[in-house]
Protein backbone atom coordinates (compact mmCIF):
# COMPACT_ATOMS: atom_id res chain seq x y z
CA UNK A 1 0.00 0.00 0.00
CA UNK A 2 2.43 2.46 0.88
CA UNK A 3 3.71 1.52 -3.14
CA UNK A 4 1.51 2.22 -4.34
CA UNK A 5 0.20 5.79 -2.62
CA UNK A 6 4.03 6.26 -3.32
CA UNK A 7 3.68 6.21 -6.85
CA UNK A 8 0.55 7.30 -7.16
CA UNK A 9 1.59 10.66 -5.85
CA UNK A 10 4.62 10.91 -7.44
CA UNK A 11 4.39 9.48 -10.84
CA UNK A 12 0.70 10.60 -10.98
CA UNK A 13 -0.05 13.80 -9.37
CA UNK A 14 3.67 15.21 -10.30
CA UNK A 15 4.99 14.70 -6.86
CA UNK A 16 4.47 15.87 -3.40
CA UNK A 17 4.15 19.74 -4.09
CA UNK A 18 1.79 19.29 -7.04
CA UNK A 19 -0.66 16.99 -5.06
CA UNK A 20 -0.38 19.43 -2.52
CA UNK A 21 -1.42 22.19 -4.25
CA UNK A 22 -4.12 20.76 -5.81
CA UNK A 23 -6.08 20.65 -2.69
CA UNK A 24 -6.40 24.07 -2.36
CA UNK A 25 -10.23 23.72 -1.11
CA UNK A 26 -9.00 21.67 1.81
CA UNK A 27 -6.00 23.19 2.95
CA UNK A 28 -7.88 26.68 2.55
CA UNK A 29 -10.72 25.19 5.00
CA UNK A 30 -8.35 23.41 7.34
CA UNK A 31 -6.77 27.08 8.33
CA UNK A 32 -10.07 28.33 8.41
CA UNK A 33 -11.08 25.61 11.39
CA UNK A 34 -7.81 26.75 12.34
CA UNK A 35 -8.76 30.59 12.94
CA UNK A 36 -12.14 29.38 14.59
CA UNK A 37 -10.53 27.02 17.21
CA UNK A 38 -7.77 29.46 17.80
CA UNK A 39 -10.55 32.07 19.01
CA UNK A 40 -13.04 29.74 20.62
CA UNK A 41 -10.15 28.02 22.48
CA UNK A 42 -9.72 31.86 24.35
CA UNK A 43 -13.17 33.55 24.25
CA UNK A 44 -15.24 30.09 23.68
CA UNK A 45 -17.26 29.36 20.70
CA UNK A 46 -20.48 31.13 21.31
CA UNK A 47 -18.68 34.21 21.35
CA UNK A 48 -16.57 33.69 18.64
CA UNK A 49 -19.83 32.97 16.46
CA UNK A 50 -21.30 36.30 17.60
CA UNK A 51 -17.91 38.52 16.40
CA UNK A 52 -18.54 35.87 13.24
CA UNK A 53 -22.02 37.55 12.97
CA UNK A 54 -23.65 34.49 13.71
CA UNK A 55 -24.95 35.45 16.92
CA UNK A 56 -28.25 33.02 16.09
CA UNK A 57 -25.91 29.96 16.79
CA UNK A 58 -25.05 31.02 19.96
CA UNK A 59 -27.73 29.40 21.33
CA UNK A 60 -27.62 25.70 19.79
CA UNK A 61 -25.61 23.02 21.38
CA UNK A 62 -21.89 23.02 20.72
CA UNK A 63 -21.93 20.44 18.05
CA UNK A 64 -24.87 21.78 16.33
CA UNK A 65 -22.64 25.50 16.13
CA UNK A 66 -19.84 23.77 14.33
CA UNK A 67 -22.00 21.76 11.95
CA UNK A 68 -23.64 24.90 11.06
CA UNK A 69 -20.30 26.38 10.23
CA UNK A 70 -19.37 24.46 7.47
CA UNK A 71 -20.09 27.30 4.77
CA UNK A 72 -18.20 29.34 6.35
CA UNK A 73 -15.21 26.82 7.21
CA UNK A 74 -15.54 25.28 3.87
CA UNK A 75 -16.03 27.07 0.46
CA UNK A 76 -20.02 26.47 -0.76
CA UNK A 77 -20.76 25.08 -3.93
CA UNK A 78 -21.34 22.50 -5.76
CA UNK A 79 -17.68 21.58 -7.16
CA UNK A 80 -15.88 18.07 -6.40
CA UNK A 81 -13.12 20.17 -4.43
CA UNK A 82 -15.65 21.77 -2.15
CA UNK A 83 -17.65 18.40 -1.83
CA UNK A 84 -13.90 16.68 -0.50
CA UNK A 85 -13.57 19.39 1.79
CA UNK A 86 -17.12 19.85 3.37
CA UNK A 87 -17.23 15.62 3.59
CA UNK A 88 -13.76 16.10 5.28
CA UNK A 89 -14.44 18.71 8.05
CA UNK A 90 -18.10 17.10 8.56
CA UNK A 91 -16.16 13.60 9.22
CA UNK A 92 -13.88 15.04 11.41
CA UNK A 93 -16.46 16.86 13.33
CA UNK A 94 -17.98 13.51 14.32
CA UNK A 95 -14.71 12.12 15.28
CA UNK A 96 -13.66 14.54 17.56
CA UNK A 97 -17.20 14.70 18.85
CA UNK A 98 -16.92 11.20 19.43
CA UNK A 99 -14.14 12.01 21.62
CA UNK A 100 -16.25 13.70 23.86
CA UNK A 101 -13.65 16.45 24.15
CA UNK A 102 -14.19 20.11 25.05
CA UNK A 103 -15.33 21.77 21.91
CA UNK A 104 -16.80 25.41 23.99
CA UNK A 105 -13.30 26.29 24.98
CA UNK A 106 -11.17 23.52 22.86
CA UNK A 107 -7.63 22.93 24.28
CA UNK A 108 -4.58 23.06 22.18
CA UNK A 109 -4.57 19.40 22.04
CA UNK A 110 -8.45 18.97 21.03
CA UNK A 111 -7.93 21.78 18.52
CA UNK A 112 -4.77 19.36 16.99
CA UNK A 113 -6.88 16.76 17.57
CA UNK A 114 -9.70 18.11 14.87
CA UNK A 115 -7.08 20.05 12.63
CA UNK A 116 -5.60 16.05 12.44
CA UNK A 117 -8.73 14.11 11.88
CA UNK A 118 -9.70 17.06 8.89
CA UNK A 119 -6.46 16.71 7.04
CA UNK A 120 -6.40 13.17 7.31
CA UNK A 121 -10.13 12.88 5.82
CA UNK A 122 -8.97 15.20 3.10
CA UNK A 123 -5.98 13.38 1.81
CA UNK A 124 -7.70 10.27 2.40
CA UNK A 125 -10.93 11.36 0.10
CA UNK A 126 -8.57 11.75 -2.42
CA UNK A 127 -6.98 8.73 -2.68
CA UNK A 128 -10.49 6.44 -2.55
CA UNK A 129 -11.79 8.35 -5.08
CA UNK A 130 -8.54 7.76 -6.67
CA UNK A 131 -9.50 4.22 -6.34
CA UNK A 132 -13.30 4.51 -7.22
CA UNK A 133 -12.23 5.60 -10.74
CA UNK A 134 -9.99 3.41 -10.84
CA UNK A 135 -6.90 5.60 -10.86
CA UNK A 136 -5.18 3.44 -8.49
CA UNK A 137 -6.15 0.04 -8.96
CA UNK A 138 -6.91 -2.66 -5.52
CA UNK A 139 -6.87 -6.37 -5.51
CA UNK A 140 -9.74 -8.24 -6.92
CA UNK A 141 -10.09 -10.51 -3.76
CA UNK A 142 -12.85 -9.75 -1.45
CA UNK A 143 -10.35 -10.09 1.89
CA UNK A 144 -7.89 -7.71 0.52
CA UNK A 145 -10.63 -5.14 -0.55
CA UNK A 146 -12.05 -5.11 2.59
CA UNK A 147 -9.16 -3.75 4.27
CA UNK A 148 -8.08 -1.27 1.74
CA UNK A 149 -10.02 1.70 3.53
CA UNK A 150 -8.64 0.69 7.20
CA UNK A 151 -5.17 0.17 5.83
CA UNK A 152 -5.38 3.85 4.08
CA UNK A 153 -7.01 5.19 7.10
CA UNK A 154 -4.36 3.80 9.49
CA UNK A 155 -1.64 4.93 7.41
CA UNK A 156 -2.58 8.34 6.27
CA UNK A 157 -3.51 9.30 9.87
CA UNK A 158 -0.28 8.18 11.03
CA UNK A 159 1.86 10.24 8.45
CA UNK A 160 -0.76 13.13 9.27
CA UNK A 161 0.50 13.12 13.08
CA UNK A 162 4.03 12.96 12.50
CA UNK A 163 3.58 16.16 10.72
CA UNK A 164 1.57 17.35 12.89
CA UNK A 165 3.67 17.14 16.20
CA UNK A 166 6.58 18.47 13.41
CA UNK A 167 4.82 21.49 13.50
CA UNK A 168 4.05 21.83 17.03
CA UNK A 169 0.73 22.50 18.50
CA UNK A 170 0.91 26.23 19.36
CA UNK A 171 1.50 28.67 16.13
CA UNK A 172 0.43 31.79 15.54
CA UNK A 173 -3.11 32.92 13.92
CA UNK A 174 -1.13 34.86 11.70
CA UNK A 175 0.63 31.70 10.92
CA UNK A 176 -1.89 29.00 10.28
CA UNK A 177 -2.15 29.52 6.67
CA UNK A 178 1.19 28.75 5.73
CA UNK A 179 1.56 26.08 8.79
CA UNK A 180 -1.68 24.41 7.25
CA UNK A 181 0.17 24.13 3.77
CA UNK A 182 3.16 23.59 5.67
CA UNK A 183 1.37 20.42 7.18
CA UNK A 184 -0.57 18.94 4.13
CA UNK A 185 2.55 19.22 2.31
CA UNK A 186 5.31 17.25 5.02
CA UNK A 187 1.88 14.93 5.16
CA UNK A 188 2.12 14.00 1.68
CA UNK A 189 5.87 13.97 1.27
CA UNK A 190 5.57 11.46 4.01
CA UNK A 191 3.15 9.45 2.48
CA UNK A 192 5.50 9.58 -0.92
CA UNK A 193 8.37 8.14 1.44
CA UNK A 194 11.68 7.14 -0.17
CA UNK A 195 12.07 5.26 -3.89
CA UNK A 196 11.39 1.89 -3.96
CA UNK A 197 10.71 -0.46 -6.48
CA UNK A 198 9.06 -4.23 -6.15
CA UNK A 199 8.04 -6.54 -8.47
CA UNK A 200 5.23 -7.52 -5.98
CA UNK A 201 3.29 -4.90 -5.58
CA UNK A 202 -0.33 -5.20 -4.30
CA UNK A 203 -2.00 -2.24 -5.90
CA UNK A 204 -0.80 -0.38 -9.07
CA UNK A 205 -0.96 3.20 -9.85
CA UNK A 206 -2.33 3.94 -13.73
CA UNK A 207 -1.30 6.59 -15.46
CA UNK A 208 -3.43 9.83 -14.67
CA UNK A 209 -2.18 13.34 -14.75
CA UNK A 210 -4.45 14.84 -11.84
CA UNK A 211 -4.91 14.32 -8.15
CA UNK A 212 -8.72 14.17 -8.00
Known sequence: MRRAVRSFIGKSSGGARRATQRMASERSATANLGRILSTAGTAGIQETVRRLGFAELATLP???????????????????????????????????????????????ETSVSFLASFIANAIQNRLLNAIGNKVVAIPPDVASVQNVEQQINDYIRGNVNDAMAEAGENFPVDLIVSTIDDIYERSVVLLEGPDSDSPDDDFEAEGYEEFE
Request: with cysteine.
Open 62 to 108: VQDIYAALVDVICEPGGELDESFAREAYLKALAEISEAQTDLERPSP
